[in-house]
């Protein structure tokens, strides 16, 4: 990736890197490396484990200390909302990540800049990177400023389906029935992805695709939401 680009996203997060090539690592995907013929070492996988981890450590901490009368239950929720697939993936929309990653071709053409689940791993894989270029301090700060943010919009991320259920039962007295029937299945079986519809009585109000039939239940509940509210 040329010097420029890297420079441009560090502006972006407002942390600049000692070594650029914990950087340059976290923006590559497997599908890249590999088609580079490059080591497996070279590729995001193993920065975003760390970052996982250290995105774990850390919001567990803030929610701990933010929430001093909170229970432990309603704390494991809350954390899950922030940490979930299509909040950090709307995290990484937020700084652009996707126009820095290093995906392979067919990556590329399908979309995959785009895609939930390697703009999350991605955006962990930067949090890992992170946290090996400058510790816990700089990794902190920035997950507090794109993760601990618009914790309300991230809830909602998280469990739309639930949501979206209590709304249509706040206004409609008779029997609901939500459904949401696959649509498209494609990739192989380690790599697939969902596309599914939801339907409220029979119509059709929006789509979600993911990695798993739950993910792209939840994508679908959220776009659904979105319309029900401009209505």
Known sequence: MAEKDLKQLQEKIGYFFQNQALLQTALTHSSYANEKHWSYSTNNERTEFLGDAVLELISSECIYRENPHMVEGAMTKLRASLVCEMSLASSAR???????????????????????????????????????DGGLEPARQFIVKYVMSDIEQKQLFHDSKTILQEMIQEKKHEETKIVYPVIKEEGPDHDKIFEVCCEINGVRYATGSGHTKKAAQQQAAYQTILILRQK
């Open 94 to 132: 937020e700084i652009g990540l996707g126009d820095y990653l290093l995906l392979g071709k067919g990556e590329k053409q399908t979309g995959g800049a785009k895609r939930d689940s390697i703009l999350s791993d991605a955006f962990e894989a930067v949090i890992g990177a992170i946290y090996m």
